[in-house]
């Protein structure tokens, strides 16, 4: 079960492995062994690469778009921080076996406000980047970003185990 918490711990706090994708199609997955102040430096990095890559060209896209970039990364570190805060609860009563229904239904709730959360931030976010960005350029941001969202809820599905 340490294993578990280690993995989860991991995956949320890597950072990418390789360059952002340049167009569907492309992996990327998140490093390994990583350190929580590692993982915040590489993310950036590969985000903010990412977004250099799609827009912000021009002085004026760039002072609308950095912003709402910033803004939406801080959210979603907040997020970040809730999901692995749930996945080392869980994973410690995992470990103890003492996941009873109580404990169960509580990071079963937890874990749907999280996900609702996460929907309204997107939400929320796609109309500012749609004011910050052309069209196109909006929607592969946002698409890259979903990526790296679908991809870390994979590789988490892989290595939590189903409650007992």
Same mark, same amino acid.
């Given at each position: 079960?340490?294993?578990?918490?280690?993995? *989860?711990?991991?995956?949320?706090?890597? $950072?990418?492995?390789? @360059?952002?994708?340049? %167009?569907?199609?492309?992996? =990327?997955? @998140? %490093?390994?062994?990583?350190?929580f102040?590692? !993982?915040?430096?590489?993310?950036?990095?590969?985000?903010?690469?990412?977004?250099?890559?799609?827009? $912000?060209?021009t002085? #004026?896209?760039?002072?609308? !778009?950095?912003? =709402?970039?910033d #803004?939406?990364?801080?959210?979603?570190?907040?997020?970040? #921080?809730?999901?692995?805060?749930? /996945? &080392?609860?869980?994973? *410690?009563?995992?470990?103890?076996?003492?996941? +009873?229904? #109580?404990?169960?239904?509580?990071?079963? +709730? &937890?874990?749907?406000?999280?996900e609702?959360?996460? %929907?309204?931030?997107?939400s929320? !976010? *796609? @109309?500012? =980047?749609?004011?910050?960005? @052309?069209?196109?350029?909006?929607?592969?941001?946002?698409?890259? &970003? +979903?990526?790296?969202?679908? /991809? /870390?809820?994979? &590789?988490?599905? $892989? =290595?939590?185990?189903?409650?007992?």
């Amino acid at each position: 079960m340490k294993k578990l918490a280690a993995a *989860a711990a991991a995956l949320l706090l890597a $950072g990418c492995a390789t @360059p952002p994708p340049s %167009g569907p199609g492309i992996l =990327v997955l @998140p %490093g390994s062994s990583k350190n929580f102040d590692q !993982f915040r430096f590489d993310d950036q990095e590969c985000r903010s690469f990412a977004s250099a890559q799609i827009g $912000g060209k021009t002085a #004026e896209q760039a002072a609308k !778009f950095w912003p =709402v970039y910033d #803004e939406y990364q801080n959210d979603l570190k907040t997020t970040n #921080e809730r999901l692995l805060r749930l /996945l &080392e609860s869980y994973a *410690a009563d995992y470990k103890s076996k003492s996941l +009873n229904d #109580e404990k169960a239904k509580k990071l079963l +709730n &937890e874990w749907i406000a999280i996900e609702q959360d996460d %929907g309204k931030r997107r939400s929320t !976010f *796609a @109309p500012k =980047v749609l004011q910050a960005l @052309p069209p196109k350029k909006a929607a592969r941001y946002l698409q890259i &970003e +979903n990526e790296y969202r679908i /991809l /870390l809820r994979y &590789e988490l599905a $892989g =290595v939590v185990p189903l409650a007992q």
